[in-house]
C-alpha cells in the first residue's frame, strides 16, 4: 500500500503486528476469504531471534527474521495487504474501528491486536552481536538447550531472575546470578540463592564483550567468564492504542485480557500473541492467532454489513 491519507475501502480485519501471530491470523483470514491489512512497524521480537530449535516444521531451526519473511509471503499468497508503520489513535467508528498509521486512515470491522512485548536488555556492550552469536538470549525456554554444560549467568535481582537461574541449572551446573543493577542483593535473595545452590555474583564492577562471550569483572580485580547470559529483566507489553477512545482490560503487566475465543473486553478487538498473557512461544502465539481468526470469521458472520445478507452457520469450536 502506498503512502496516502486514506485506505481506498475499508477491510473485514486490520492486524495490528506484523510478527508470526499476526501473519498467520492473516494466512487463516485471507482462506476465510476476508479482506485483512496487516500494519507493521518492523521491530517485532521475533525479527533479533537468530535460530529457531523449537519452532515446529523447522528440525535444522529456522531464523526469526525468516520465518516472518515466509509467513508474510504465504499471508500475501491469499490476499492480505500490508502497510509499514505504527498504528497509532485506534477509536471506535460506527459497528467498527478506524485507526491511523502515518498519514493512512485505516477503517475496519474488527480488529486484531498482535504488538507483542519488548524486551529490557541490560546496558552492556555489543548487544546486537551477540544476541546474533547467542551468548545474549532473552528467552531460556527457548535456548536453554543450547546452554547445556555452558558457563551461563542470569542478569537479575528478584525472585523472577532466581527461578530462572533455578530453571537453567536443567541444562548446566554453572549457573550464576548477577545482580542487575549490579549492588547488593537482599539477605532473601542470598539465602534463596544458596539453598537452590546458585552462585550469586554481588561483586561486579563492569562487564566486557570478548570473543567467547561476557566477562565480569569483580571488585577483587578477578574476572567471571560466561558463556552465555540471559536477562531477567522483564519486558513492556506493547498494547498502547494510542490515546483512542478504546479501553480494555488488562493485567498488572500490561497484558491485554482475552476469553477463551481471544476477544478482549471490547467487543469486536481481539489478540494474540506476547501481549497476551501466556507462555511467551511463537508456537502459542500461532495456536491463538488461528483460534483468533477463526472467531473474527466467525463474528463477521454473524454480524453482516447494512445492506448485505448474513452468512449462516459458524466454524470451530
Not at 473485514?12 to 491470523?25: E, F, K, R, S, T
Not at 521480537?45 to 504465504?74: K, M, Y
Not at 551468548?135 to 554444560?149: I, S
Not at 547470559?229 to 483512542?244: K, Q, S, T
Request: aromatic fraction near 4%; include cysteine.
Amino acid at each position: 500500500m502506498g503512502d496516502m491519507s486514506t485506505a481506498p475501502e475499508d477491510v473485514d480485519c486490520l492486524v495490528v503486528g506484523g510478527g508470526p501471530a499476526g501473519l498467520l491470523a492473516a494466512v487463516y483470514l485471507g482462506r476465510f476469504r476476508r479482506r485483512v491489512l496487516v500494519a507493521d512497524a518492523g521491530d517485532g521480537r521475533a525479527l533479533r531471534i537468530p535460530c529457531l530449535n523449537n519452532c515446529p516444521g523447522f528440525p535444522e531451526g529456522i531464523s526469526g527474521r525468516a520465518l516472518v519473511d515466509r509467513l508474510r509471503r504465504q499471508a500475501a499468497r491469499y490476499g492480505a495487504d500490508f502497510i509499514d508503520g505504527r498504528v497509532s489513535a485506534i477509536i471506535r467508528d460506527g459497528s467498527g474501528f478506524a485507526a491511523t498509521c502515518g498519514t493512512v486512515r485505516l477503517r475496519a470491522r474488527r480488529l486484531l491486536l498482535a504488538t507483542g512485548v519488548r524486551d529490557t536488555l541490560p546496558d552492556l556492550p555489543e548487544i546486537d552481536e551477540n544476541i546474533a552469536r547467542r551468548t545474549l538470549c532473552v528467552c531460556p525456554v527457548c535456548d536453554g538447550y543450547e546452554a547445556t554444560g555452558k558457563r551461563i549467568g542470569v542478569m537479575g535481582r528478584d525472585d523472577h531472575a532466581l527461578r530462572e537461574a533455578i530453571f537453567l541449572r536443567t541444562y548446566s551446573q554453572r549457573v550464576s546470578l548477577l545482580p542487575w543493577p549490579p549492588g547488593e542483593c537482599t539477605a532473601k535473595l542470598r539465602a534463596d540463592a544458596a539453598k537452590a545452590d546458585i552462585t550469586l555474583c554481588e561483586d561486579i564492577v563492569r562487564i566486557l564483550s570478548d570473543d567467547e562471550g561476557y566477562v565480569a569483572l569483580l571488585r577483587d580485580g578477578s574476572r567471571a567468564a560466561f558463556d552465555v547470559i540471559y536477562p531477567a529483566l522483564g519486558y513492556v507489553v506493547r498494547g498502547d492504542l494510542g490515546g483512542g477512545d478504546i479501553d480494555m482490560r488488562r493485567d498488572d503487566l500490561g497484558h491485554v485480557r482475552v476469553d477463551a475465543h481471544q476477544q478482549t473486553s471490547v467487543p469486536g478487538i481481539y489478540a494474540a500473541g506476547d501481549v497476551v498473557h501466556s507462555l511467551n512461544q511463537i508456537a502459542v502465539a500461532l495456536g491463538q492467532a488461528v483460534t483468533a481468526a477463526t472467531a473474527i470469521h466467525n463474528d463477521l458472520r454473524a454480524t453482516p454489513q447494512a445492506g448485505k445478507s448474513g452468512d449462516e452457520g459458524i466454524i470451530g469450536g
